[in-house]
């Protein structure tokens, strides 16, 4: 059985808020000159990797949860980890409790603008007070070392069962050189607008409330080009743009997939990348769990393209599954084409590609899973000169792979111009999981002089202290 079997239904979210009500105000913090990327933790000018493990048992506390960090260099990312962070380490609030998933969604940014990149990850599951299922989300700051010392940003009404921090993004949505930061709560989402103190606390919160649905994925970046970062919102019922503004974020109406979405494992991956090159962003929205060309469970993906004015009303959107033309393979049953996706520019023409995950493809040899590259052109995404890799590839490290390409992570972390591809497989060596490191040539990605990063050392007991490293990276 493939771990990806074992992936539990994304969280039920019940408690309707309307309006949008400023709910905290704090002084801004001390200006400084803000990280060069969104995810540079020691700020050596590197782009670093963070790999959630929000099913890692800590201590006696299973699926407690941890994250790592992949620090980039001059030679690509580092293979050996320091210390997982985790609640009650490294002065990151709260202990350690099981069924937390502390990390269950990550993401990174400079909120409080000190020039290093400070994660921020969600703990969906986190009991507060009697508060059952209430969650919580923590920033762990940036420094010269990394990561090191954190605070919560606290929810102002909090809600039982509310699922607080079970989607996250970050991103200057108001335009005005602060990051800000939105979290999924119940039926809706926390806009705080940065900056934020040291203590965790922004400049000010409003709730945005979703109509009915709650927020499965949650996806920042520029689609028209403009001052301002926009917000997609994947739901079970449809995928829309949030505009920027100058007071936050704005509901378009548009929609980029109609139809619902299973709330089951892979089944909400999105992202956002400028495959044609012509300023805007593109929005990727892809159902791994979804039927594909007649196939169940087969998956497919969508990209529907960015204008001067948002989400193109006047250029088809196109669906791409592995029947497209150029796209390797044949849709198969539970194949999960389209599980994960990571958008990043691994030729080095100034067009973003796509890495995508299909995690329950059946291979031979070392076993399941695999990813495929398409690439960016004048015309947009396409299939043409795509390129299929798994652990049978010639130069990728050798392990047996259950679900290889769960989840994937394109970008550039030795400054070369081109970005490298991090993929994962959670049950992959007994269940500690492992995340590979795939190079760039400047045309294709390759498995020759790729790399394995192993889960790394923490306080776990038990015979099934199992890590599951690689169930997610920050975007």
Excluded at 21 to 44: C, E, L, Q, W
Excluded at 295 to 324: D, E, H, I, M, N
């Amino acid at each position: 059985m493939h771990f990806l079997q074992h992936l539990r239904p994304a969280l039920a979210v019940a408690i309707l808020a309307t309006g949008l009500t400023p709910i905290a105000t704090a002084a801004p913090a001390r200006a400084a000159t803000p990280a060069k990327y969104p995810d540079d933790f020691n700020g050596d000018g590197y782009r670093d990797i963070a790999v959630a493990s929000p099913w890692a048992q800590i201590g006696s506390k299973k699926e407690a949860g941890h994250v790592s960090v992949l620090y980039g260099s001059a030679s690509g990312t580092s293979t050996s980890l320091p210390f997982a962070v985790h609640q009650g380490r490294v002065g990151v609030p709260g202990s350690p409790e099981a069924g937390d998933e502390f990390g269950r969604v990550i993401t990174s940014a400079d909120l409080d603008r000190d020039g290093y990149a400070d994660l921020i990850a969600g703990s969906p599951n986190e009991k507060v007070g009697t508060r059952t299922g209430q969650g919580a989300v923590t920033v762990v700051w940036g420094g010269s070392a990394g990561l090191n010392q954190g605070a919560s940003i606290s929810n102002k009404k909090p809600t039982v069962e509310g699922h607080y921090g079970s989607a996250l993004a970050a991103g200057d949505f108001t335009g005005d050189g602060n990051p800000d930061l939105v979290a999924a709560e119940g039926e809706g989402l926390r806009l705080f607008r940065g900056p934020f103190t040291r203590t965790g606390t922004p400049r000010s919160t409003s709730y945005i409330s979703l109509g009915g649905y709650g927020a499965l994925r949650l996806v920042a970046g520029k689609i028209n080009n403009n001052a301002y970062v926009d917000l997609v919102v994947v739901n079970e019922r449809n995928t829309r743009v949030l505009k920027g503004t100058a007071t936050g974020l704005t509901m378009t109406g548009k929609t980029t997939v109609a139809g619902e979405f299973s709330a089951y494992g892979c089944s909400a991956a999105a992202t956002i990348g400028d495959f044609d090159k012509d300023g805007y962003g593109d929005v990727v929205v892809a159902k791994g769990w979804a039927t594909g060309n007649g196939v169940a469970y087969a998956g497919s993906l969508t990209v529907a393209y960015g204008s001067s004015t948002g989400l193109s009303t006047t250029r088809a959107t196109k669906t791409f599954t592995q029947a497209t033309s150029g796209v390797p393979g044949t849709p198969e049953k539970q194949d999960h084409f389209g599980c994960s996706v990571s958008a990043g520019d691994v030729t080095g023409d100034g067009r973003a590609d796509l890495l995508v995950g299909v995690p329950g493809e059946l291979g031979s040899g070392l076993g399941a899973g695999g990813v495929t590259l398409l690439k960016g052109s004048s015309s947009g995404l396409t299939g043409a000169n795509s390129r299929w890799l798994d652990a049978n590839t010639s130069g990728v490290p050798n392990e047996y792979t259950q679900d290889f390409g769960l989840a994937v992570h394109v970008t550039d972390t030795d400054g070369d111009g081109r970005a490298d591809a991090a993929v994962s497989d959670p049950g992959a060596h007994a269940y500690d999981g492992a995340v590979w490191y795939l190079r760039s040539t400047g045309a294709q990605l390759t498995g020759e002089g790729s790399s394995i990063i192993y889960a790394p050392r923490t306080e776990t007991t038990g015979t099934d202290a199992w890590h599951n490293f690689g169930m997610a990276f920050a975007d």
